[in-house]
């Protein structure tokens, strides 16, 4: 994972993409993809631990989460949450000038032996096309739902205008859920778009099919048949993924740890304590 590797890592691709403080979603995230070896997912989680543990332990002032796709390819999600580039310039130097340089170090070579690869990618936060943002909490955050979006060259225009008709039928729909919208500035293709909605539950998955009605209504069928058709035209891709949060492999403010800490520090059971030595059996009469 994280800083030096990534220079600090969703959508949710995002992922992310959702705020590093219940404010005001992060301007910036980085977001690293690490692919796991099969059969090594649970030894994977205890290197994870031990790094959210060590960046706990030192007060590091910057964060990270990570999210395990329940779709897909064996991955790991880590978003790491900036408030500018320029604070993530400061959190890699931070690393580099202090004792967390080694340890990172040796962490990075046990994290390397369960991996297949990783990805990275940098996004930033695109209020206008962000729905709500003021409801994500980050610290009732469980599950994420990501769809990411591929627009095609040339095409950056008709999606933007697209994209505010959607919102405006959002809006006018009632939608329930937050949306969080991130750009991808680099490491990926131009025009890549993650949209995220984090949630405390999967209860609210149930209800899809009323909500997409209901924006339809909002819409009016010319709005809505007039989206739906040039999907093929503007988007070279659309991708939706669900998330899992991960709390082991998650190093949050305090504040936010401290508002649940059964769920974000969760408490490791002792081991079992070894059996006591059965006394041996008492000889019988003539042995």
Not at 3 to 19: D, E, G, N, Q, R
Not at 45 to 63: G, L
Not at 67 to 89: L, R
Request: net charge negative; with cysteine; glycine share 6%.
């Amino acid at each position: 994972m994280k800083l030096h590797h990534i220079a600090l890592a969703l959508t949710a691709a995002s992922l992310s993409v959702w705020p590093a403080i219940a404010e005001e979603p992060s301007a910036v995230i980085n977001i690293s993809r690490e692919a796991i070896k099969e059969g090594r997912s649970a030894a994977h989680e205890k290197v994870e631990t031990d790094w959210a543990r060590a960046f706990r332990k030192a007060k590091f002032p910057y964060h990270w989460m990570g999210m395990t796709p329940m779709t897909g390819v064996n991955e790991v999600w880590f978003i790491n949450f900036y408030s500018s580039f320029a604070d993530m310039e400061k959190a890699d130097k931070q690393v580099e000038s202090t004792a967390l340089k080694n340890e990172s170090e040796l962490l990075d070579a046990r994290d390397g032996e369960m991996r297949t690869g990783t990805r990275t990618v940098i996004a930033t936060y695109r209020k206008d096309l962000s729905y709500h943002a003021d409801q994500a909490v980050l610290g009732k955050t469980r599950y994420g739902m990501l769809t990411v979006y591929q627009v095609r060259l040339g095409h950056m225009e008709e999606f933007l205008q697209g994209a505010k008709t959607y919102m405006a039928g959002v809006e006018k729909s009632g939608y329930p859920l937050p949306i969080l919208c991130y750009e991808v500035v680099a490491g990926s293709h131009d025009g890549t778009f993650h949209f995220f909605t984090p949630l405390e539950s999967l209860a609210p998955l149930d209800s899809m099919h009323d909500y997409d009605r209901k924006l339809a209504q909002a819409l009016g069928p010319d709005a809505m048949s007039k989206l739906e058709k040039s999907m093929g035209d503007i988007f070279s891709s659309v991708e939706s993924t669900y998330f899992k949060v991960n709390p082991n492999m998650s190093y949050l403010p305090a504040e936010v740890e401290a508002a649940d800490p059964d769920y974000w520090r969760p408490k490791t059971a002792p081991a079992p304590k070894p059996a006591a030595p059965k006394p041996a059996a008492a000889a019988k009469p003539g042995q």
